[in-house]
């Protein structure tokens, strides 16, 4: 909620009335628990899944703590509304780049990298994803409880 107030609204402060003064409603790292959007074109066939399901446990994740969404499935409202709740977002796709350029502009931390579908036919891609998801890992450390 604070986050659509700030980001979408543009809202920064707010009356409370209970309170009786003006409170500041910018985002910290402990008003929101920690979420990481992975978004694809499709989703992974089986092989693919156990690679993924590696990545995140390599990134010290829960899957609580991360979503994976289909740009081909969603439309761009929708994943709107879903980085308002997001720490990072990680493209495992060159089809979104108006999602990606969205996410910019709500200052959401976001990488381009390799998905698990293709680094199981492509593995020297490795690498360059792993690269990218530890910029995620040193993004998100201020989010971890």
């Known amino acids: 909620m604070i986050r659509y107030l700030n980001d979408v609204l543009g809202i920064k402060q707010v009356l409370l009335p209970q309170l009786g003064e003006l409170q500041s409603i910018e985002p910290t790292p402990e008003a929101q628990p920690l979420k990481i959007l992975f978004v694809c074109s499709e989703f992974y066939s089986e092989d693919a899944q156990d690679l993924f399901y590696k ?11 991360i979503e994976l969404m289909s740009c081909r499935q969603k439309s761009l409202i ?11 977002v990680v493209f495992f796709t060159d089809e979104s780049l108006e999602w990606k350029q969205l996410a910019q502009s709500k200052s959401v931390f976001c990488v381009q990298a390799f ?31």
């Open 55 to 65: 990545m995140i446990a390599a990134m010290k994740l829960e899957k609580k703590q």
């Open 78 to 88: 929708d994943f709107e509304i879903e980085i308002l709740s997001c720490q990072a």
């Open 115 to 145: 998905g698990p579908e293709y680094l199981l036919k492509h593995s020297q891609y490795k690498k360059h994803t792993w690269e990218q998801l530890q910029k995620v890992m040193a993004a998100i450390e201020p989010f971890r409880s």
